[in-house]
């Protein structure tokens, strides 16, 4: 009797967490698709897109504006679509200038940089390196200009050339962008603020206005400031709603029982998920709450938290990955309040947001070091730490070296 009764739970936790488990992990976006499986063989479901709802709250604002409309009607080929579109005579105008070109094509990246292997294409193409090479250069007579460049610097040659300028100014240009790395010595020559001027029309990579937009990110978390306080909510605009429809139906059916079962749990299994992102949402207020004040991240372990909500540690894992949370600061993954800890009172995150903080503030004439970064961060934490860990941070952030910021700064007088 115990042995079945054990059984008996043990299914029922299974079946449980089968429904609960990818939901939990699931980000916002997500969510109706991985309620699918649960929903396409239940008669008595119906689905209500949370996005659905959403969508249309926020189009009644727009929908009678000329924007709003063209995009509705028109779409952006892609950069793909657009070069296949030019490879006709008379740039490639025969059977393997066409064919190569294709080839160069798929090895384009989402940039517009070159990024393939001229030695394999011209070993697909049956033809030599040299004529592989031939075709790529072409490809600074097409659309976007730019396109096809193996760097930056080629990319800003390719765009030079179909640049119409006096002589003298063409060249200066010229000369500073093949000695990109040393722009700054140049400084004081008499065409340096009008060849600067050209580059900074130039494209970015050169195929930045086909490059996709950002993802939209939602956030399952907020966090703000309300009439008691700092306060926390989730959003719950976003889910599904799952809509029971069982009138006229014989409840006693074992068939429809257990459909009528599997329905409640897969609202439960919904409710469950706001309910253990509602709060880690509360834990993590009340760890960091001087984070929300202004103040820095705390190290904070993923255990503490699974032991406070009396979770497994995985399961809290999940819960977090690719959410995020919006609050006065912005918007951030949850997994970030889940920083290493340098020491005990120190974390990566607070270190990376003081190096951030740093390169903002800093003399755009004379970038700060990387050591000099290290010695202001010893300093401000109290802490000693290598050279590489600063360095490592601040690629991680996405901020180029004091060397190339100086170079990127010129360019933005």
């Given at each position: ?22 939901i ?9 698709e ?36 063209e ?31 294709y ?16 030695k ?26 730019g ?6 610097k080629?990319?800003?040659l ?67 400031r ?13 889910y ?83 959410k ?14 889940f ?75």
């Amino acid at each position: 009797m115990k042995l079945r009764q054990s059984q008996t739970t043990k299914l029922s936790l299974s079946s449980t967490l089968r429904s609960w488990l990818p939901i939990l992990q699931s980000d916002l976006e997500s969510i109706e698709e991985i309620i699918e499986p649960f929903v396409k063989d239940n008669p008595f479901i119906e689905v209500k897109s949370g996005f659905e709802r959403r969508a249309n709250y926020e189009n009644i604002q727009k929908i009678h504006t000329s924007d709003f409309i063209e995009s509705l009607t028109f779409s952006q080929k892609s950069l793909y679509e657009v070069l296949q579109e030019q490879i006709v005579p008379p740039l490639f105008p025969t059977d393997i200038s066409q064919k190569i070109a294709y080839a160069i094509i798929e090895e384009i990246n989402e940039q517009g940089y070159f990024d393939g292997d001229l030695k394999k294409i011209a070993m697909d193409c049956l033809c030599d390196i040299s004529q592989v090479e031939k075709i790529r250069k072409r490809f600074a007579y097409l659309d976007p200009v730019g396109i096809g460049a193996f760097d930056l610097k080629e990319s800003f040659l390719f765009q030079l050339d179909s640049t119409e300028l006096d002589d003298e100014i063409y060249k200066f240009t010229k000369k500073l962008i093949v000695d990109f790395e040393n722009i700054q010595k140049y400084s004081n020559e008499k065409f340096f603020d009008k060849a600067i001027g050209v580059i900074k029309k130039f494209s970015n990579p050169p195929a930045i206005s086909f490059m996709k937009e950002s993802k939209k990110i939602i956030p399952d978390i907020f966090i703000y400031r309300g009439d008691n306080g700092i306060e926390i909510s989730i959003n719950s605009y976003y889910y599904p709603e799952i809509v029971l429809d069982i009138e006229g139906v014989d409840k006693k059916v074992e068939y429809v029982k257990q459909k009528i079962k599997a329905a409640k749990d897969l609202v439960d299994a919904l409710e469950m998920r706001k309910a253990t992102l509602y709060k880690i949402g509360l834990m993590i207020l009340e760890y960091q709450y001087d984070f929300f004040n202004g103040g820095s991240i705390k190290p904070m372990k993923l255990k503490d938290l699974a032991g406070d909500l009396e979770r497994n540690p995985s399961t809290i894992s999940r819960a977090i990955a690719n959410k995020y949370l919006s609050c006065e600061r912005g918007v951030m993954p949850l997994k970030d309040f889940f920083s290493t800890a340098i020491d005990k009172d120190t974390s990566n995150s607070s270190i990376k947001e003081y190096i951030s903080e740093i390169i903002k503030n800093e003399d755009r004439k004379k970038p700060i070091s990387d050591n000099k970064i290290l010695q202001l961060v010893e300093k401000k934490f109290g802490i000693k730490i290598v050279r590489r860990t600063i360095t490592k941070y601040r690629k991680q952030l996405g901020i180029a070296g004091s060397s190339e910021r100086k170079k990127l700064y010129l360019l933005q007088r």
